[in-house]
């Protein structure tokens, strides 16, 4: 597995190329994870973009999976820089950011201080500031209140189910376990999702989304638990040049449960972008 280097960081990272793509022509699209979550959460994007053409970049942030996990706590703006070490090491001049959560954060940040973002997928992310609609009370219980006598996978389970819809977590029970293996095998561990959350938790793009030019798809979920729709309404109302996709209905991991609409809708943005 290749790996990237920022400032003494070792950033993990993998492609999948186009099958039919002459040596170069290919386009890029890169994806940026969530809060804590390894590149096991892009699987229902990674083959089907490759698949329309592009070359795919999955990585994964400080802290999480193969990549080092440096003292935090960390800022977005760093996992910014982390992002770019991976452009450049891929060796991309040009590549379309796809961020869901905190990775949609990462990308809004990276648009501000870099100049190869193409374009801009934001999935079930917030822009920061005043404006922002907070996680619901009730989810921060599920997420921090964890019972003590649950073990590792009861935890995970516990804490992930308010990112899903009830209908999707009572209907899915085989797929919910395999979720909690690769999250075992490559999710962020405690120290490093909490240096990971202090830079949500700073993050604050609302005042300067006017200066981000590049054409932008904001994708929600009507019934996200974790990150509220209302933050959708705000990056579309102030980001010059974007698009809004509501999944009606839609939990936080909508590009999971939902995973061929979505696929879909980024195709066609990305296809126009």
């Not at 609609?133 to 009730?138: D, S, Y």
Request: proline share 5%; aromatic share 8%.
């Amino acid at each position: 597995m290749p790996y990237a280097d920022n400032d003494g960081v070792s950033l993990s990272y993998e492609t999948a190329e186009p099958v039919d793509a002459a040596d170069g022509d290919a386009e890029t699209v890169v994806l940026v994870e969530g809060l804590g979550y390894g590149r096991w959460m892009w699987r229902w994007q990674r083959d089907r973009l490759r698949d329309e053409g592009y070359r795919v970049v999955v990585w994964d942030n400080r802290g999480t999976g193969d990549s080092d996990a440096p003292e935090g706590p960390y800022t977005v703006a760093e996992m910014a820089s982390d992002l770019d070490a991976v452009l450049d090491s891929v060796g991309v001049e040009r590549a379309h950011v796809i961020g869901a959560s905190m990775g949609g954060m990462i990308a809004q940040r990276y648009a501000l201080d870099y100049d190869r973002a193409e374009s801009l997928a934001l999935l079930c992310t917030s822009p920061g500031g005043e404006e922002a609609v907070e996680t619901p009370p009730e989810t921060q219980r599920r997420m921090f209140d964890v019972p003590a006598d649950a073990d590792e996978r009861e935890a995970i389970r516990y804490k992930m189910k308010p990112a899903m819809t009830d209908g999707f977590w009572a209907e899915n029970d085989d797929l919910i376990s395999d979720i909690v293996e690769w999250r075992l095998e490559t999710d962020a561990p405690d120290e490093a999702r909490q240096a990971q959350a202090a830079g949500v938790a700073a993050f604050d793009a609302s005042d300067r989304l006017d200066e981000i030019r590049v054409p932008t798809l904001v994708a929600h979920g009507t019934a996200d638990r974790v990150l509220p729709v209302g933050n959708a309404d705000l990056l579309h109302r102030d980001l010059p040049n974007s698009r809004l996709a509501l999944f009606e209905g839609g939990s936080h991991l909508f590009f999971i449960e939902r995973a061929d609409d979505v696929n879909d809708c980024l195709a066609e943005f990305l296809n126009d972008a």
